[in-house]
């Protein structure tokens, strides 16, 4: 089982935190371009013939995390993702998609919903949700259970307004727009994305839980600190229970997508429901352990709980991915 | 010899065994069923002890077989799927034993551990009193040093299998002048003496494997203390938790078992149609899952060896508690829901199913070792480091 770090992941870690320190709350540009041309985090997983970094799943889950943790707005799930899956299908297809990715010069967005038909080389329908679509270049379609690539030139689509501001969505239209097969496994691709938003969700949940701890460290009423109110300290123990077993469950999740240890057909959807519903937990707790301060604004606790909802409806709701499990380990 | 050979092992052993006499034993004893075949338990400690099954971890100088980890990890989970009877030398063997070969002198060594290691000498733990439960360090039996023995007084409580032990840890104040943890001492003593009287509990269940123990001048040897006088806190909670990593993973197969059970009755009376119990079916199942990913990825191997040494644990062994805890409590819950009216009715003697039994018995598990709350202080003072109140 994959654990802990290796010590390349360990220094990529710390590579991207430091940027994240660096970048946070700065303009989004050249968060992105460094993010990609000088660190090559949307390459981890594209061969380095491509212009990639010849690493895998597993480091591309390091840096979701690291970026998640301070919720960078920018497209890296859905574009890292895309280079990890294109990688995997139809290299010779792909060959024109992922240099760009590598490079971040081009950005991805992953249709997994909606009614989309396959005529010939083309693509109708439209999909609503799509996470990261607001400023992809390529949609990845999942049609007939494999991607096809559509440039947004070729395609309609409407930004919409998010209650995740850090995260755009877009409603996309194809009408006869012309597709690319890439040969890549959409229902892979669907697992693997809730893989790596289990992975993000934890990382994000863990910052949730260190900033409330520091505060009921700090914050005084009755003249002590208010952390040493057992109603209090009991709750946060609660949150560290769901933080650290969320944390080994994402880790397996990532096992069985990088490694094909353990059946990732269970796994993702079990990861993403339970961490996800951890980081929900926790960051509505943050709000309520902060008090008044926590409901401003201001504060950084409503992005986090913003956040953790969307994660949760999206790419299946709580109830959804429960029955899906379910169904997937037999039990009904 | 290798992993897989080992387990084979292990199989072959238990299926042989476990027939003739004790093929009755299949499922039976453990938590909530301790009153079950206590004779045939008993002989089947021993039956280990010949196998040369327990102390797999210990150090081979101390009679141990010194196996791997991973061994002993096998061990526990072929047990567990082979239904072998709930363990009454569990508590000799993986909480004093532990202890002695942390603390004890080579003489308690050469005297204590064959006993257990051949599964003869059964041992209860007297730590918790009725006014010394969560505040264990208020512990008030007292126990004085006169004419080459320890004259013991006061009382114990909720000490599982007294009734079956030979000997008892005792956790008693020697010094009483001196401020809590600092005046208690590790004595060993023997139960089967006119100053220990045993009075069962009647649980929840009916049945009973917790105990009231009465010591009215009960006697211990002088030798038979472990550490100095006053050392008591220091080795009582040097071993907490000892050796429970390897068989939580074990335990984690009882529970799959027990989950099985209670999906093959929703199955079998339609149960499982109700959406409300098929989310529940479904939650249990998840939790599971996320306990065993948790247990493997937080329990690795001791870093050395034999037990793992001292100091405390960390938090994750209370993590763990509150896992499990909480959710075997609410698998009993969905078992009686899943049997629906039929859990309230008993058989003859308040004779309980499966089901009920788990239901009631469960009550306990987040009461035990540390209650829940305990564990949350413990996460959250040692873990968190929030101010204590």
Redesign the interface.
Known sequence: ?Y?TDSPEQAALRDTVRDFCRRHAGGPTGPAWQRLTGELGLTGLAIDERCGGMGAGLAEVAVAAEELGRILLPVPYLSTALAGAVLSEGDQEAAAGLLPGLASGALTAAFVFTGDITVAGARLSGIAGNVLDGGEAGVFLVRAEGKLHAVRAADAAVTAAGTLDQARSQATVTFRDSPALATGADGDRAEELMRVLLAAESVAAAEHCLDVT?AH??SRQQFG??I????AL??R???L??EV??????A??AVAAAAFGQGDLG?LAP?AK??CVDVFWHVAAEMIQLHGGIGFTWEHEAHRYLKRAKTSQLLLGTP?QL??L??HR?G?? | MEDEEFRAAVREWLAASLSGDFAALTGKGGPGREHEFVAERLAWERRLGEGGWIGLGWPAQDGGRGLPWSQQVIFYEEYARAGAPGRVGHIGEQLLGPTLLMFGTPEQKARFLPGILSGTQMWCQGYSEPGAGSDLAAAATRAELRGGEWHLNGQKIWTSLAHMADWCFVLARTDPKAERHRGLSYLLVPMNQPGVEIRPIAAITGTSEFNEVFFDDARADADDIVGAPGDGWRVAMGTLGVERGVSTLGQQLGFQREFESV?AQA?GNGS?GDPDI??R???A??GL???R??A???L?PPPGAGPRPGPAPG??AS?AK??WASWHQRLGELAVDVAGASATQTGPDYDLSDAQRLFLHTRADTIYGGSN?I???I???R???????
């Not at chain 2, 968190?384 to 109140?389: A, M």
């Open positions: 089982m654990e701890v009921l460290k002590r600190p952390g040493s109110f057992q300290k009991h946060c123990a609660d560290a229970v650290s077993s969320a944390r080994a469950t880790r397996a269970v079990l429901r339970y109830a429960r029955r499990v379910a380990a039990l009904y | 999906l199955r499982i098929a989310a079916i479904a939650d199942w998840i899952q996320v306990m990913i948790t493997q990825s937080t690795g938090t994750e993590m509150l896992l709350e564990q949350r202080n996460i959250a003072e873990g968190l480091g929030l101010p204590r109140g």
